[in-house]
């Protein structure tokens, strides 16, 4: 079964950290540029990251930059969300998405990912 399942969010205090994850299966995952998207509570969705299939190339919307890094262990068939120095506003269902090639540009539409995930929740509050 093709499928992208996150994991790692909860609840976690502003200025600590959690890393996501997210386990591809059922396809060749070294072959899809990956990207994290999130959505707060009654907003749309939001881009957070990319990288590109091998892992050379990242991006970062402004709002997370310095703060989240995204990475992948293409071995192990996982993409990763490092997010460090949580705020109240990245409370978030965050999502894993992935699109055939070597890159996929600042795109938060599921629909324009090939794959897309059913979302893990991360809350930032004191």
């Known amino acids: 079964e093709v499928q992208l399942v996150e994991s790692g969010g909860g609840l976690v205090q502003p200025g600590g950290s959690l890393r996501l994850s997210c386990a591809a299966s059922g396809f060749a995952f070294s072959d899809y540029a990956m990207s994290w998207v999130r959505q707060a509570p009654g907003k749309g969705l939001e881009w957070v990251s990319t990288?590109?299939?091998?892992?050379?190339?990242?991006d970062y919307a402004d709002s997370v930059k310095g703060r989240f890094t995204i990475s992948r262990d293409n071995a192990k068939n996982t993409l990763y969300l490092q997010m460090n120095n949580l705020r109240t506003e990245d409370t978030s269902v965050y999502y894993c998405?992935?699109?055939?090639?070597?890159?996929?540009?600042?795109?938060?539409?599921?629909?324009?990912?090939?794959?897309w995930g059913q979302g893990t929740q991360v809350t930032v509050s004191s």
């Open positions: 998405g992935a699109k055939y090639g070597s890159w996929v540009s600042r795109i938060s539409t599921p629909g324009e990912y090939d794959i």
């Open positions: 990288i590109s299939r091998r892992g050379g190339t990242t």
